[in-house]
Nanobody, 123 residues
Framework: VQLQASGGGLAQPGGSLRLSCAASARTVSNNGMGWFRQAPGKEREFVAAVDWRGGSTVYANSVKGRFTISRDNPKNTIYLQMNRLRSEDTAVYYC?????????????????WGQGTQVTVSS
């Protein structure tokens, strides 16, 4: 599976961005999918995950109520809608496909990773 993340860029505090992650080579419609992020000098951290049907989602406390993960299985694509952005959301965002069909917060449960897209929140 190849995962291509896009949609990153520069946003002002309080603004919004929508990230996309398109899968190719094979379908990920049976895989749980997730978003992680890594800020400079910090470890990669979990952001959000969704199960294979899109019916179960889980979020990091830091983004709960501001970010929404969703998926479109016919398009083999997942999304991360990010609202009310903060400077601390600045990071490289990675999408990943899980080994199982469920949503997971643990990066060790993911075996396919995209290349990352930079999100910078600054005035």
């Amino acid at each position: 599976v190849q995962l291509q993340a896009s949609g990153g860029g520069l946003a002002q505090p309080g603004g919004s961005l929508r990230l996309s992650c398109a899968a190719s080579a094979r379908t990920v419609s049976n895989n749980g999918m997730g978003w992680f992020r890594q800020a400079p000098g910090k470890e990669r951290e979990f952001v959000a995950a969704v199960d294979w049907r899109g019916g179960s989602t889980v979020y990091a406390n830091s983004v709960k109520g501001r970010f929404t993960i969703s998926r479109d299985n016919p398009k083999n694509t997942i999304y991360l809608q990010m609202n009310r952005l903060r400077s601390e959301d600045t990071a490289v965002y990675y999408c990943a496909a899980a080994r199982s069909s469920s949503s997971s917060t643990r990066h060790t449960n993911y075996h396919y990773w995209g290349q990352g897209t930079q999100v910078t929140v600054s005035s």
